[in-house]
């Protein structure tokens, strides 16, 4: 599995990134900047949103802690205590969140939802997944470029849990999360496909987004601030007419899937004891 990185530029601002700063797609060669939506290369996902239809980050959210405040001590005081969790299973699992490459982070709600989400079982849906994570992720960056905050691991000098993505995510800035808009986002999108599981979505999408702080490479503030934007980017998406159609295709297409009583393809106890691990 290939994990490129990507960087746009003249247009869609850059993607999004993933536990090293680049979001991941699969199939697709690392391209270093990424080309303008009309030469997109193949295997490259597009979003819904055309880029003047981003929610605006910068806009939407108030400016990060500063140094020195109340609040950037109570963020440093949960990075101490997420810092705890290394070595145990909820850092395990913080460390697969990382991964944002497909088909890895298809089965991130796989348990939530008692179904496989694989291209083959559910292909409405893993397009779904991969499109609204592009929209989810751009529309973080108005605000991480405006204010480039330092990661907590550069502050405190402490291991991240996905160490070969260290040099990357310092050039990327931290608030918000990438990560934890995208998440919040699949979280709410899935909870209309699939309402009757709606609060273990909802657990699993936050967690989701937990699993940066204890990966040591977000602050809580980055993590809320990514919550927000998700939640946006997923009321925008709804005025999109392909949006819609994706949205009522896969809901139809998971609703066969559980009939057939498939099953989850992630350890459901696993991930369940490693969720119940906290700070």
Not at 67 to 80: M, Y
Not at 94 to 101: G, Q
Not at 208 to 221: A, K, P
Request: proline share 8%; aromatic share 6%.
């Amino acid at each position: 599995m290939t994990n490129p990185g990507y960087r746009h530029r003249n247009g869609l601002r850059r993607l999004v990134i993933c536990a090293a700063g680049a979001l991941m797609f699969s199939n697709v060669q690392s391209l270093g900047e990424a080309p303008a939506p009309d030469k997109m290369p193949p295997g490259f996902v597009a979003g819904y949103l055309p880029k003047e239809a981003l929610p605006d980050s910068l806009a939407l959210l108030p400016p990060p802690p500063a140094t020195g405040s109340a609040a950037q001590a109570r963020d440093e005081e949960a990075a101490k205590n997420a810092l705890a969790l290394n070595g145990t299973p909820r850092w395990n699992l913080a460390a697969l969140d990382a991964d944002l490459s497909f088909p890895n982070a298809a089965g991130t709600f796989s348990c939530a939802l008692d179904a496989p989400v694989t291209e083959a079982d559910t292909p409405h849906l893993y397009v779904l997944l991969r499109r609204s994570m592009t929209d989810a992720g751009l529309a973080t960056y108005a605000a991480k470029d405006a204010y480039k905050r330092a990661r907590p691991f550069m502050v405190n000098n402490q291991p991240i849990c996905s160490p070969e993505y260290r040099k990357r995510l310092e050039d990327n800035g931290a608030y918000p999360s990438g990560h934890a808009s995208l998440g919040w986002a699949w979280a709410l999108i899935l909870s209309e496909i699939a309402p009757e599981r709606t609060n273990a979505i909802l657990a699993r999408g936050s967690a989701f987004g937990d699993s940066r702080s204890i990966c040591n490479v977000h602050w809580e503030s980055d993590v809320a601030g990514g919550r927000l934007v998700g939640a946006g980017v997923v009321a925008r998406l709804h005025a999109e007419a392909a949006f819609r159609a994706d949205l009522e295709a896969a809901r139809k297409e998971l609703a066969a899937v559980r009939s057939k009583k498939l099953g989850a393809t992630r350890d459901c106890r696993a991930e369940a004891g490693a969720m119940a691990i906290h700070p």
